[in-house]
């Protein structure tokens, strides 16, 4: 029996002109093909094929039927994909008349699963899958391609095989101790550390690269956040007065700096007031201060410096800061210097929303912020193989110092084999079953 089905669209709320039905398992194509009406006899591998679905006397649309057999498909199995209109009844419609023929709906990352379980992807290429659905820059697709086309996953191996060569070694110097000793063995775990440290510094810009840098813009009303903040997203997207208390809310989203996917928040200003609600949105403010890694702290420049300005509360705070003196092309009554005398080291910027100078020092002081070394090559690494990598590499310390104290090798071989089965983690050959559902329940659905 046919196993899954389910439409390209993530989120599967979008509606698209044309929507893909993929059908996937060993019924696949008596599934599909029982609902094709046409002047196609047989069904030969990759051809496309026009004609109608219909269920029954009734004729549901207009489609193009791909029949792809086993093992050269995305989940290594028969797959029909059906293309048909987009819109969400239509889909819905064929949805229901595949059911009725023994087809069940995929779950979220079962077409990758299957591609993973039939040995076409590991589970470092099968995560970067979703990574690529999911990239918010140029930047983040280059590095989650990267982990598709099996960056990473060689490069674990190649440590992997390096720890079983040096495995081999100690087992060698344990039976013939006269000729291989532990000085032989140090320098060979010490290059494989290094290899892993680099992997860390790429994995390190990739997470940025996936998860992004959160920034939030704080100040006192009217010192042009909004401005700012509208400026640094391209979109007239927040009100914009010369009234103080403007905005309430903290409004969030997602910005492309420098390749870099920021998720950027606008906040209320921050003030002493008896307004209830604009009290509580000050306190969200602060609390999005809190959370964000760069706090960007505007100050209108055209005012005199206020001592009490929630800009210096977050530098004294030790928030990663960059001051705003905004508003440089009124005259500047906030002196720069005077700031840099109080708080040396502070990065202060003069910018104006209004003409859009140093706008662009600002983008630029942002991507810093993310701290992206321009040479170590991102890998869009998730969270757990980052874990991982970091864990492979404390067991290779480990190795290191039971070798330098001259222990027999056995003991440095312990550690070398837990480091192999870290390593594996990443390609998902030494993990728990239950651990890789988890991981794929985080998928979307038709993926
Ligand atoms: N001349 C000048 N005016 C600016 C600049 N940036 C913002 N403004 C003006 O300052 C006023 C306040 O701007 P907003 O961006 O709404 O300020 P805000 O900090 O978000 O204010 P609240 O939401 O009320 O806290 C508006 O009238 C803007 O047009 C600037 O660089 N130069
Ligand atoms: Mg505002």
Redesign the pocket.
Known sequence: MAEYVFGTICGAAATGAVGIIRVSGPEAFAAAFGLYRGRAERFENRRIYYGMIAEGDETLDEALFLPMRAPGTYTTEDVVEIQCHGGQATLARVMAALTRRGVRLAEPGEFTRRAYLGGRVDLARAEAVMDIVGAKTDASRRAAFGMLSGGLSEAVRRVSDGVLDTLAAISAAIDFPDEIGADDLSPRVAVLSSRLDELIASAENGSILRDGLSAAVI?R???????IWNALLGADRAI????????RDALREWANIGGIPVLLT?T??IRETDDEIEREGARRAERAADEARLVLA?IDASRETDPADPAFRSLSAGKNTVILL??I??PEKTVYNDIIKDWPGARVMRV????GEGMDELRRAVTDAAGLPSDAEPFSVSARQKNALVSARECLARAERTLAEGLSGEFAAIDLTECRERLGEITGETLAEDVIDRIFENFCLGK
Request: proline share 11%.
């Open positions: 100040g009303p009217n010192a042009g956040k909004s401005s914009v007065s010369p009234i103080p208390g403007t905005t606008d209320a200003g505007v905004n508003k092309d009124l104006s929303a209004a003409t």
